[in-house]
């Protein structure tokens, strides 16, 4: 029996859902299609299954772990929880983040590539950064097609743009109602063949699937960076994917160079910041002392002197890179 694309995996950030809407409005297979969604959002965002029910005739769910696969059934990633296809069902793993979220595409396109290969179609929507660009590279290497919003379309064109670049050559590069016609158009057309997918691509896949708890220097995916994990302090592995370079910690933090320079940057604020706090209540603390103790008040001020002032140079550190960043 010749193999068709009925799998479809879309992803999207900043932006993402006016586009998914968008999407899903234009978006009539005439044969049966299973569609899984990634949205990075926060814990509060609470109604979405009904926004995208008003959207589609597709059934829309957020799927329980282990839910058997259903046609014609959007399933949604929850806050917090990674979205895996299986052999014929899905998996919810709360995974190392990738990319600082959780959920987060690339795990999602990797199940995609593993598990239905040349019957997966991958699509990236508006968002910031790069997530999902590793896993385009994964659907196209196991022979699936990757759809992509044109990024003058996008409220946030850097995601789109990243899995042009990582992939090369999309099938399709449309406005978002477009791709939802391109879509319904490429569901139950002949798959192809499948192609290749790495033992690095399912090595990543088992760590967010939580079937690995951390990764050994055997299974490492690429060679050791200078660089530390900003969420763990672990030494960072640098992975060189054609275009991309990403890395990846022992525990399974993953990051693209923009993602792990937007999580460094969030750490490094963070650091400034206790800084400056533990350098005020220092030198209140001593000058609280000096009130209690007259005869090592002068000693006790000189040195509660020297941290406001350390504590001034950090402040001055703190407006200069907000100005920068204005």
Excluded at 21 to 44: C, G, Q, S, W
Excluded at 96 to 101: D, K, Q, Y
Excluded at 210 to 228: F, I, K
């Amino acid at each position: 029996m010749t193999a068709r694309r009925n799998i479809i995996g879309i992803g999207g950030s900043a932006g993402g859902l006016p586009a998914v809407i968008d999407l899903l409005k234009h978006f009539e297979p005439a044969r049966p299609a299973i569609v899984l969604l990634v949205l990075h959002r926060v814990n509060e965002t609470g109604h979405l299954v009904e926004i995208l029910r008003r959207s589609t005739s597709l059934r829309v769910c957020e799927p329980d772990d282990g839910e058997t696969l259903r046609d014609n059934c959007l399933y949604i990633a929850p806050p917090d929880e990674h979205l895996l296809l299986g052999e014929a069902h899905l998996h919810l793993r709360r995974g190392p983040r990738e990319n600082n979220f959780r959920p987060a595409i690339d795990p999602m396109f990797r199940s995609l590539a593993v598990f239905a290969g040349a019957r997966a179609t991958g699509v990236i929507l508006s968002g910031y950064l790069d997530d999902g660009a590793a896993g385009a590279r994964a659907i196209v290497a196991a022979g699936g097609h990757v759809m992509v919003q044109d990024p003058a379309s996008a409220a946030s064109p850097d995601m789109p743009r990243a899995a042009i670049s990582a992939v090369g050559e999309p099938e399709n590069i449309a406005p978002p109602a477009a791709l939802g016609r391109a879509l319904s158009r490429a569901v139950g057309a002949a798959a192809g063949p499948d192609g290749t997918v790495s033992e690095a691509v399912k090595l990543e896949l088992m760590v967010a699937g939580l079937e690995r708890a951390s990764m050994t220097t055997e299974d490492r995916v690429g060679e050791l960076s200078p660089y530390n994990c900003p969420d763990c302090n672990g030494v960072l592995w640098q992975i060189e994917d054609g275009p991309l370079v990403r890395f990846r910690c022992h525990t399974g933090h993953a990051y693209s160079s923009a993602s792990l320079d937007a999580r460094q940057e969030e750490m490094l604020e963070r650091s400034l910041y206790d800084s400056l706090r533990s350098l005020r209540e220092k030198a209140r603390l001593l000058r609280d002392m000096a009130g209690r103790d007259p005869a090592s008040a002068d000693r006790l001020c000189r040195r509660a002197d020297d941290y406001d002032r350390d504590g001034d140079h950090v402040e001055e550190m703190i407006l200069a890179r907000q100005k920068r960043a204005a």
